[in-house]
């Protein structure tokens, strides 16, 4: 089932791709403006609970979604989708619970734990949903559009600039990571749009927006890593930089990160298997 024309789809207009990006620049603004003029807000958790808890939301609904275009039979369609709910569920109240409990608070002379928190739960993410017929299946039935357009959640890493605003941390970290999530935010709406259009050059567009996505996130956990208390750091000594290894901060690098990851390689295993369908 085929979920994306590439064919000689209209581009979308200037004036519509334009008015989404617009869209997701006010929308970042406001939420860093927001955190800026109530600074007790981030730290109170109840941001990082009711947005955390939406994306998971929607992300077990657009598999739902995704499954009812396959043509499982209800059984299969229901255990499919507990079969990835159910683990992504205690994954996120494990890492919940571990973040709470201070397990992440980085320390000199300690290697840091977030990167064992991003990594592992993306291997074996990656080794058990490629392998998958039923995902597979589920993503060719799904429209393309969904898995671009869900990030545009991506906007809110403009927190990070708040925290170096606040002296929480390094210049370094926070300008590359959150510049770069909320671009790749800002940048899902209309690379979605294009995908939906069928226009040529969708599939590659929203390839690269991958891409970058993901080259974002490898900017920012090496620039975490490094500028973090603890044996790897280079620069930024003088600064508290706990309040990344600290909840509720902390849930962003290790659980936002890594399932943005693996949405990111689920999207690119769409895009190219809508590709080879079409001979591109």
């Known amino acids: 089932m085929s979920t994306l024309s590439t064919g000689s789809g209209a581009e979308p207009s200037q004036t519509a791709t334009a008015g989404l990006s617009v869209l997701g620049t006010a929308l970042a603004l406001v ?3 927001i955190n800026l003029a109530f600074p007790g807000l981030a730290p109170s958790g ?33 255990i499919v989708w507990l079969a990835v709910a159910i683990p992504f569920t205690l994954w996120l109240a494990l890492v919940w619970n571990l973040a709470a409990s201070g397990i992440f608070q980085p320390g000199a002379g300690r290697l840091p734990k977030l990167p064992i928190a ?11 949903l490629l392998r998958s017929k039923s995902i597979a299946a589920v993503l060719d039935a799904t429209p393309a559009t969904w898995l671009v357009a869900l990030q545009a959640y991506r906007i809110l890493g403009g927190i990070f600039i708040v925290y170096w605003v606040h002296g929480t941390a390094a ?12 671009l790749t935010g800002i940048m899902a709406l209309p690379a979605a749009l294009q995908l939906a259009s069928g226009s040529d050059g969708a599939r590659r567009a929203a390839i690269a927006w991958n891409i970058f996505g993901l080259a974002d996130f490898a900017v920012a956990v090496t620039m975490g890593v490094l500028s973090g208390p603890g044996p790897l750091q280079i620069f930024g000594p ?3 930089i706990a309040v990344l290894g600290s909840y509720p901060a902390v849930m962003t690098p290790a659980f936002t990160v890594p399932s943005s990851i693996l949405l990111h390689a689920l999207s690119i295993w769409q895009l190219k298997r ?6 591109q």
Do not use: N
């Open 238 to 240: 003088d600064i508290p």
């Open 31 to 33: 939420w860093v403006a």
């Open 118 to 128: 991003i990594f592992a739960p993306v291997v074996i993410g990656l080794f058990v």
């Open 46 to 78: 109840i941001p990082l609970t009711v947005t955390r808890l939406a994306i998971h939301a929607a992300i077990l609904a657009g598999l739902w979604f995704g499954l009812l275009r396959t043509d499982f039979s209800a059984s299969k369609r229901v």
């Open 274 to 279: 809508m590709g080879r369908r079409a001979g």
């Open 171 to 182: 210049g370094l970290f926070a300008w590359t990571a959150g510049i770069g999530d909320v």
